[in-house]
């Protein structure tokens, strides 16, 4: 998943996270009796649209009297949190052969059904679709998003290996589109089992879809509400899907998927842009502004590189998904963070962005971590669950990616780049994925060693993954031919805020040119050497226009304080900026080979 790079900035309204309730039932009562024939039924229809309210039904078989137990998921994989599905659900009816069945609840979330001998079990009930949420239900009046785990039962206890169809009731010229397997008749779909069935979130209603061929497979480009995306904006969207895939595909020297499916939704109520990952499709949720953005093909080469690393190659804490409880892992660094490594690198490889772009999305991830406290990618990893308010919760994305690039620069460099960080995560896919486990610790740490001719990164992992150390960037970085500073930058050496009346000073610096020209708090800021503080780019003009200019150079600044406006005679300082990353002037030729290779996605052989 990725919200507006690593930040969830949505508060889930109407999501709660409730203990799971341990001990409230004998382990023989939560054991369903075997069900089979399972089908489900979801209607859509325009009235449905109108209420935001989905129609469910599941139906099955079942012989004896032994009770049927059904639980609905807490989660939706991708989504780290609890969201407790069952809170949008309603008016449950459990009927056998026709005739009402007595049913009661086990936990929140689990139904214990009393078949009575009847052959045919079915189970109804209505699900309101009111969540703008990539893992929950989304109604409009021509429009529903759902994903599988809103509305799925699967009998407690048993396996979940069991087929199942699907058939999706609408009207007769609204579209569906799902990654599910097609049945016989329109609208019908066929899952082989649980997992598959409920990692394929369906679009019902009006939308566009289009497709073309890429990798030598169909990708599906389906856009909500219908209109949203077109001529040039919707081209250069199918331009940066035909750069990122052949990139990433490269990696893995396979497509995992026979077809993929892109689902986007566009909408102003959205704060932010979003993207949850599935095996053979993603969902994104836009605000308007991100249509057409940087961030729109960083965040597809992000959700589509998920469909090897995290839907297939996976922690072995998360294999198989448990949907009931929280499935917390110390790996999401591997799991988010070098899927957004791999994301800037098929940026780069594909060509959506140069060199210089791949050093500042690098350079910005540095920012990003610099600013946050100090916390290890396992224990970032671990806290996700619980959305901690401490500013370190959703750092594993941008200092797991950068943990990507330190080791694919510490395994080009062992290796002689023979051997790069895409060796691993071919090689894990290989034997975990393939073999059909998750990867443990043991497993990656063998796999990086193994790319690195043999080197132990036992002292590494203890101190840059496990342990809170800033990574050795001035030792890695010339290893690849590239060295990161701090710019430094124009300032004015003052904190302010924005009231009615303009931009306040709240804080002179000691020492500053602010405090040398005189300014004092209380004053109003209202041009910096003629450029507007309130300009949105002040920061980029100032740059701009002083960056290269000598300090104790001539700086006028205008305020107003009381009543009357000042003119301020200042001058120049200078203090540390952003770190930047660039290429390193007479790096070694094996340094070069190395930053040629990351950014190319090649090895010397
Ligand atoms: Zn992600």
Not at 411 to 437: E, P, T, W
Request: net charge negative; charged share 20%.
């Amino acid at each position: 998943m990725i919200h507006d790079k690593f930040r969830r900035t949505l508060v889930m309204g109407a999501a709660i996270i409730v203990p799971a309730l341990a001990g409230a039932q004998s382990h023989a009562d939560s054991i369903s009796a075997p069900i089979r024939d399972v089908h489900y039924d979801v209607t859509f229809m325009r009235v449905n649209g109108q209420a935001r309210e989905i129609e469910v039904a599941m139906t099955f078989a079942t012989t004896g009297s032994a009770p049927v137990v059904l639980s609905l998921p807490a989660w939706t994989p991708g989504a780290y949190e609890i969201s407790n599905f069952v809170h949008w659900l309603s008016g449950f009816v459990a009927t056998g052969d026709g005739k009402p069945l007595v049913w009661d609840k086990l936990d929140y979330d689990t139904w214990r059904i009393r078949p009575n001998g009847a052959k045919s079990v079915k189970v109804t009930f209505d699900y309101a679709a009111d969540s703008l949420d990539n893992a929950m239900a989304w109604a409009k009046p021509d429009f529903l998003l759902f994903n599988g785990t809103n509305l799925f039962l699967y009998p407690e206890g048993q396996s979940m290996e069991f087929a199942s169809t699907v058939a999706v009731h609408t009207e007769a010229d609204w579209r569906v589109t799902t990654g599910l397997a097609s049945g016989a008749e329109p609208h019908t779909y066929t899952a082989t089992n649980f997992h598959d069935l409920v990692d394929m979130p369906f679009f019902v209603g009006r939308f566009d879809v289009d497709s073309a061929r890429i990798a030598n497979k169909w990708v599906r480009y389906a856009t909500y509400p219908a209109g949203s995306i077109a001529g040039q904006v919707r081209s250069s969207a199918w331009e940066q899907l035909k750069k990122v895939i052949p990139a990433e595909v490269a990696v893995f020297g396979e497509a995992p998927w026979e077809n993929y499916t892109v689902m986007q939704i566009v909408d102003s109520s959205y704060g932010g842009a979003s993207g949850l990952e599935h095996q053979s499709s993603h969902v994104d949720v836009l605000a308007p502004s991100y249509v057409g953005s940087e961030f729109q093909p960083s965040l597809y080469a992000h959700e589509i590189f998920h469909s090897w690393n995290v839907k297939r190659l996976r922690p072995s804490e998360m294999w198989p998904y448990n949907y009931s409880r929280p499935q917390p892992t110390p790996w999401l660094w591997v799991s988010e963070g070098i899927t957004d490594y791999y994301a800037d690198l098929a940026e780069v490889r594909g060509g959506v962005v140069d060199a210089a772009g791949f050093y500042a999305l690098t350079a910005e991830k540095m920012n990003e971590v610099g600013g946050a406290p100090p916390v290890s990618l396992e224990d970032a990893s671990l806290s996700t669950w619980v959305h901690p308010v401490d500013g370190t919760g959703y750092l594993y994305y941008p200092k797991g990616s950068l943990a990507g690039l330190v080791l694919d620069i510490m395994i080009r460099d062992a290796s002689d780049n023979k051997k790069s960080l895409d060796d691993v995560m071919r090689g894990l896919y290989q034997s975990d994925y393939k073999k059909g486990k998750g990867f443990t610790a043991a497993d990656w740490w063998n796999a990086v060693s193994a790319a690195a001719n043999g080197k132990s990164f036992a002292q590494f992992a203890s101190k840059y993954i496990d342990g809170r150390e800033p990574f050795p960037w001035d030792s890695v970085l010339p290893l690849a031919g590239l060295r990161s500073r701090q710019e430094q930058v124009p300032r004015l050496g003052v904190m302010t805020q924005m009231d009615p009346n303009g931009v306040v000073v709240a804080t002179v610096g000691e020492g500053s040119a602010a405090a040398a020209a005189g300014i004092r708090p209380g004053d109003y800021l209202i041009t910096v050497g003629d450029i507007p503080v309130d300009d949105q780019q002040f920061g980029a003009r100032m740059r701009a226009k002083y960056g290269a200019s000598a300090a104790g150079a001539p700086l006028a600044i205008k305020i107003r304080r009381g009543s009357e406006v000042m003119m301020l005679s200042g001058k120049l300082q200078f203090g540390p900026g952003d770190i930047v990353v660039e290429e390193l002037p007479q790096a070694s030729a094996k340094a070069v080979r190395i930053r040629a290779g990351i950014l190319r996605g090649a090895t010397d052989k």
